[in-house]
């Protein structure tokens, strides 16, 4: 009889009653959403596999650090550069390029600097004010009219949400937001004014990722729709998809690549729809010296890209 249920009373079996409160516990805690990527760093993961530095011709870069803060960089490259032309077919003229940089990195500050024989300058500026605000400075110096430029950002991070400030020469400004929603997903967007071109835009995009996958979406009223997609099938081996689509030039380009992670080397690649396959290939040899390959074919426009180059440091 002690095993008889009284009338009225449903039996629920215990594993009914074991899921029930595991859904119950991991019931989505809206107010500790976790703090979502920068706006700009949207498709950081698909512009690693589809977007690799691929390079023509012979580069050499020399790293020496000084102490724990400070190093001096050299980097040599020689090879071919394209000029504009009015033809299908590419033109190319033999060029070499000289950079030294200087480099100061401290847990709240960073300051890079590039000067190269051309007569170019470069400067980078990371300033950490507190855990939450951050100030970077970009600018570029050239001995070309109307080249040089320079931009200021201004970064927000929140418990849940990313904002940023861009203000730039050429009266140009620019804001960005993104917040998450929920675990998996954010959602932003972007605003921005260039007063010297009189132009302006607005731009909304999407991010959704898990473990094994992170899909983002982007649009603006520029005309840009961006999608992509990265499956991550093990801890060394990613694959990428992306879609770009313009509606007011009607240009389309779709891609796919991988990312594979080897003990030795890294291995990157792609081929797009307007028919151009790309490899990169990254084998350290040794402790602080890495060789490099790099290769792009481009069928349509019979353009043939080769270069290898050694990192040490």
Same mark, same amino acid.
């Given at each position: 009889?002690a095993?008889i249920?009284? %009338?009225g009373?449903?039996a629920? %079996?215990a594993?009914?009653?074991?899921?029930?409160?595991?859904?119950?516990?991991?019931?989505t805690?809206y107010? @500790?959403?976790?703090c979502?990527?920068?706006?700009?760093?949207?498709?950081?993961?698909a512009?690693?596999s589809? =977007? %690799?530095?691929?390079?023509?011709?012979?580069?050499? &870069?020399?790293?020496?650090?000084?102490?724990? =803060?400070?190093s001096l960089?050299?980097s040599?490259?020689m090879?071919?550069?394209?000029?504009?032309?009015?033809?299908?077919?590419?033109?190319?003229i033999?060029?070499?390029?000289y950079e +030294?940089?200087? @480099?100061?990195?401290?847990p709240?500050?960073?300051?890079?600097?590039?000067?190269? $024989?051309?007569?170019r300058? !470069?400067?980078r500026?990371?300033? &950490?004010l507190?855990? @939450? /605000?951050t100030?970077?400075? @970009?600018?570029q /110096?050239?001995?070309?009219?109307?080249?040089?430029?320079?931009?200021?950002?201004?970064?927000? =991070?929140?418990k &849940?949400?990313?904002?940023?400030f861009?203000l730039?020469?050429? #009266?140009? +400004?620019?804001?960005?937001?993104?917040?998450?929603? $929920? %675990?998996n997903l954010? /959602?932003g967007g972007?605003?921005f004014?260039?007063?010297?071109?009189?132009k302006s835009g607005?731009?909304?995009?999407?991010?959704?990722? $898990?473990?094994?996958?992170? #899909?983002?979406?982007q649009?603006? *009223?520029?005309?840009?729709?961006a999608?992509?997609?990265v499956?991550k099938?093990?801890?060394?081996?990613s694959l #990428?998809?992306?879609f770009?689509? *313009?509606?007011?030039?009607?240009d389309?380009?779709?891609?796919v690549?991988?990312?594979?992670i080897l003990?030795?080397?890294?291995?990157?690649? =792609?081929?797009?729809s !307007?028919?151009?396959t790309?490899?990169?290939?990254?084998?350290?040899?040794?402790?602080?010296? *890495?060789?490099?390959?790099?290769?792009?074919?481009?069928?349509?426009?019979k353009?043939?890209? +080769?270069?290898?180059? /050694?990192?040490?440091?």
């Amino acid at each position: 009889m002690a095993g008889i249920v009284p %009338p009225g009373t449903t039996a629920v %079996p215990a594993d009914v009653s074991h899921t029930a409160h595991t859904k119950h516990d991991e019931k989505t805690d809206y107010m @500790n959403l976790p703090c979502p990527i920068p706006y700009e760093e949207l498709h950081r993961e698909a512009l690693m596999s589809l =977007k %690799p530095e691929t390079f023509e011709g012979l580069r050499f &870069d020399f790293t020496k650090g000084l102490n724990q =803060k400070f190093s001096l960089s050299h980097s040599v490259s020689m090879g071919p550069t394209e000029i504009p032309s009015q033809s299908a077919e590419t033109i190319k003229i033999p060029t070499s390029h000289y950079e +030294f940089g200087a @480099n100061f990195i401290d847990p709240n500050l960073m300051l890079i600097g590039r000067v190269l $024989t051309d007569g170019r300058l !470069n400067a980078r500026v990371k300033w &950490d004010l507190t855990d @939450n /605000l951050t100030v970077k400075a @970009n600018a570029q /110096l050239t001995n070309e009219p109307h080249m040089s430029h320079g931009m200021f950002n201004f970064d927000y =991070k929140g418990k &849940d949400f990313r904002s940023q400030f861009q203000l730039g020469n050429g #009266a140009l +400004f620019g804001a960005n937001y993104i917040q998450s929603v $929920t %675990p998996n997903l954010s /959602l932003g967007g972007e605003v921005f004014w260039a007063g010297q071109h009189r132009k302006s835009g607005i731009g909304y995009a999407a991010r959704y990722e $898990t473990d094994k996958m992170v #899909a983002t979406g982007q649009v603006a *009223n520029t005309g840009i729709v961006a999608l992509s997609y990265v499956q991550k099938v093990s801890d060394k081996v990613s694959l #990428a998809t992306d879609f770009m689509y *313009n509606y007011l030039s009607r240009d389309v380009t779709a891609s796919v690549g991988y990312d594979y992670i080897l003990r030795q080397c890294r291995l990157r690649g =792609k081929i797009d729809s !307007n028919g151009c396959t790309t490899s990169y290939l990254e084998e350290r040899l040794n402790m602080g010296l *890495n060789f490099i390959l790099s290769a792009e074919i481009d069928h349509r426009k019979k353009d043939y890209k +080769f270069g290898f180059g /050694l990192t040490v440091g």
